[in-house]
């Protein structure tokens, strides 16, 4: 039985809280796609923590946690985690285990995403320049090196022919920046990536599953950054949807049950790209400072914005989501009025699709308005103790999208996740 937890907007949801929460109920947890771009934040004995590729069941003794083929791993950032997550006494040797099919990110990669960054000017997409769009096209390009090849005699040699031939595209791009500062800093963790425990993913989980083990994929990014249904080409490389943890793991589709879908109670994006609720008077500066909304893998302030319930409805659709979690409520506490936008306005046309191309439609958020609740919720502990105000916020949700909200979070600690049954 398989579970998954994804983003329903353009990542950022907070879905490492809700993964930690989840982990004591489920045997695995897998990380499907996407690389250290993503940022799981988790508070441990008061401490925060964000993990970018290790799977955020990793605090937890009994969970096994996988890094599946779907990733693109970064061998240096999974070193630095691995330290990190040791300074709190977890030694993820014991139970952290990856897939050899899983794609590598090499330093020319991270120099390409550069390069190709540089030479779009005013119109670049916003990457973290992590080197993770390069590495998925040569996964699809079939030039990449997986974990698997590092345990071959011949990964050097592989390794320089795939260098030059990136060496040739960078010559073409003007990008001239010495790597062989990184390329040390890889070598060394590759050393350390033979140290661990590197399986053949897809036995691994299916044997597990066989024997009755419970799994909860863990995605990255956000359904509206899908390679195939996101704001395309605003968006990230992999399949940030439910079908990608069917390729990313290597398990059939009957094998999944609950699709738990994480919405913030208002939209934020990182980066370039079109965002119709998009806020750029004092409400959003408001939202963007009581929500802390700052990267927590580049730091890059986020861009705040009410609730799509369009996009929303979308992602839900294409997702197939049986729950929702909405969390960052509070951040709203203090609000007279809360906006939510439950159509387009496209080119003149009222609608309730989302376009096919958003960065080529004059689209204008159509808001229905909401009065706030005016209340501090950080301390409440149950559903009916929770603002009428807030109910019906969160009632509408469920109506537009057809989906039942059944977790609202109402802070940032392990204990602050109301439960709607």
């Not at 003794?61 to 061998?75: A, K, M, P, Q």
């Not at 390409?112 to 997409?125: F, Q, R, V």
């Not at 974990?147 to 011949?154: A, E, Y």
Request: proline share 4%.
């Amino acid at each position: 039985m398989v579970d998954v937890i994804l983003g329903l907007q353009w990542g950022d949801e907070g879905k490492g809280k809700i993964v930690d929460y989840f982990a004591p109920s489920y045997d695995i947890i897998a990380r499907f796609q996407g690389g250290p771009n993503a940022g799981h934040t988790l508070y441990v004995n008061g401490s925060k923590i964000v993990l970018h590729q290790i799977p955020s069941g990793i605090f937890h003794e009994n969970t096994i946690n996988l890094i599946g083929n779907g990733v693109v791993l970064d061998v240096v950032t999974l070193k630095k985690e691995w330290q990190k997550v040791a300074d709190f006494g977890v030694d993820a040797r014991k139970n952290l285990f990856i897939a050899d099919r899983t794609h590598l990110i090499l330093p020319s990669h991270r120099a390409l995403d550069k390069a190709s960054e540089l030479s779009k000017g005013n119109e670049k997409i916003g990457s973290t320049l992590k080197g993770i769009g390069p590495a998925y096209m040569d996964k699809t390009g079939r030039n990449g090196l997986r974990v698997g090849d590092i345990l071959d005699k011949n990964f050097n040699s592989d390794y320089n022919k795939l260098k030059a031939k990136h060496q040739q595209l960078l010559d073409n791009l003007n990008f001239s920046e010495d790597i062989s500062q990184l390329e040390d800093e890889f070598f060394e963790s590759i050393e350390f990536l033979r140290s661990l425990n590197i399986v053949n993913g897809e036995y691994f989980i299916n044997e597990k599953i066989s024997n009755g083990a419970k799994v909860l994929a863990e995605g990255a990014q956000g359904s509206m950054l899908d390679v195939d249904f996101g704001t395309f080409p605003y968006v990230t490389s992999s399949s940030t949807t439910a079908s990608g943890v069917c390729s990313g793991l290597g398990i059939a589709p009957q094998k999944i049950r609950d699709v738990i879908g994480i919405s913030k109670a208002y939209c934020t994006r990182v980066g370039g790209g079109p965002f119709p609720t998009e806020l750029f008077d004092a409400t959003g500066t408001e939202l963007q400072r009581i929500g802390n909304e700052f990267g927590a893998t580049t730091g890059r302030p986020r861009r705040c914005g009410w609730m799509d319930l369009v996009a929303l409805d979308f992602a839900c659709m294409i997702n197939g989501v049986t729950k929702i979690v909405i969390t960052k409520a509070d951040v709203l506490d203090s609000f007279d009025t809360l906006n939510v936008c439950e159509a387009y306005n496209v080119n003149g046309e009222i609608q309730k699709k989302l376009p096919y191309q958003l960065m080529k439609s004059n689209v204008e958020p159509v808001y229905q308005s909401f009065e706030g609740w005016k209340t501090d919720i950080t301390t409440i502990k149950n559903f009916e103790q929770l603002p009428e105000k807030m109910k019906i916020y969160i009632q509408n949700i469920t109506n537009y999208t057809g989906v039942p909200v059944r977790f609202i979070s109402n802070g940032p600690g392990r204990d602050q996740l109301i439960t709607n049954s």
